[in-house]
């Protein structure tokens, strides 16, 4: 019964895990792809069994939240870039580094 309770969240787990695989980098060979792939199933492995060492009873649910977590701050992080991008075209001179310092009192 444990086995197969083990094996159902390993599926679950790696079926979440998919969506961080889903390569969509341009213009790379299938080779780069294919490392890249089995580096991601490396790390979505060891961190699927640090969640079970830290979160026993819910390991896939704690996976899931750190996939979610990972997701939000990389698509934060390429929208600040893209505001910044932005300032630095229309305002070369606006000092949003200080903006950014100010607002989060760095």
């Not at 969240?9 to 889903?22: D, F, M, P, Q």
């Not at 580096?39 to 390991?59: D, G, K, R």
Request: glycine share 0%; proline share 3%; hydrophobic share 40%.
């Amino acid at each position: 019964m444990h086995c197969a309770l083990a094996l159902k969240k390993k599926a679950l787990v790696h079926k979440r895990t998919e969506k961080i695989g889903s390569l969509t980098i341009p213009d790379i060979s299938d080779e780069a792809r294919l490392i890249l792939s089995r580096h991601q199933s490396i790390y979505s492995n060891a961190l699927f069994q640090y969640c079970e060492l830290t979160n026993q009873q819910n390991a896939p649910t704690r996976m899931t939240d750190l996939i979610w977590l990972y997701e939000y701050i990389t698509k934060n992080s390429q929208e600040m870039e893209t505001l910044f991008m932005i300032f630095h075209c229309n305002a070369p001179h606006f000092k949003f580094r200080k903006l950014i310092r100010d607002t989060f009192h760095f």
